[in-house]
């Protein structure tokens, strides 16, 4: 079994693999990148930072604010509904990972 710090660093990697290659799939299809937030207001307002950051350079951006709690997120985010969304590590351990 993998520790907290392997799962961490693959999570990582993961997300440094996965996201230029995600974020050039939408661009060349001149598509919307939707940003998702969860209830509280912290998560709307990262959501809303990772919206404007991505229209100051030109992307065409929506942010649905509000949807839920991480598994719902993580659930849209599997299934395409959205393409990214703010969340804590220590939280997808816990909930997605089951990582105590």
């Known amino acids: 079994m993998r ?6 660093a693959l999570l990582v990697a993961a997300a ?10 939408v661009l060349a299809q001149d598509s919307t990148v939707v940003v998702g937030s969860k209830l ?8 809303d930072i ?4 991505g229209r100051s ?3 065409a951006v929506e942010h649905r ?13 599997l299934s395409g509904d ?6 804590y590590t220590g939280t997808l351990f816990q909930e997605i990972l089951q990582v105590p």
Do not use: M
């Open 82 to 87: 959205i393409d990214l969304y703010a969340d």
């Open 3 to 8: 520790s907290g710090r392997d799962i961490a």
């Open 16 to 25: 440094v693999a996965v996201g230029p290659i995600g974020t050039h799939s």
């Open 50 to 53: 990772a919206a404007e950051t």
């Open 40 to 47: 509280f207001t912290e998560a709307v307002i990262l959501g």
């Open 65 to 77: 604010r509000q949807l839920g709690g991480t598994r719902f997120l993580w659930s849209a985010l």
């Open 57 to 59: 350079i030109g992307v």
